[in-house]
């Protein structure tokens, strides 16, 4: 049994994890529409997201390569915070 320490207690996990893949079409202006394989993902705080992959080639290695990329831009994104200013008092 887990005590109350253990739960609090630093422990790893993924910075990201795929939720599923979908086959589906992407229309990019200029190209049309294309086969593509849509990986869903989500980063270790919840925050999803998606990517498309040419379906004709896609790679695992590069799949993992993209989405570590853009796991790690959505993350700095989400740190970032406006300037700051006064509120209330009198």
């Not at 080639?57 to 570590?68: E, G, H, N, R, Y």
Request: net charge negative; hydrophobic share 35%.
């Amino acid at each position: 049994m887990m005590n109350q320490d253990d739960a609090n207690a630093p422990r790893q996990v993924a910075v990201w994890h795929i939720e599923r893949i979908e086959d589906t079409t992407s229309f990019s202006p200029g190209k049309g529409a294309s086969r593509v394989k849509r990986v869903y993902y989500q980063l270790f705080d919840g925050t999803e997201s998606y990517e498309d992959f040419p379906a004709a080639t896609f790679d695992l290695s590069k799949v993992s390569a993209q989405i570590d990329k853009q796991a790690q831009l959505i993350y700095q994104a989400l740190q970032l915070k406006g300037p700051e200013i006064t509120v209330g008092g009198s």
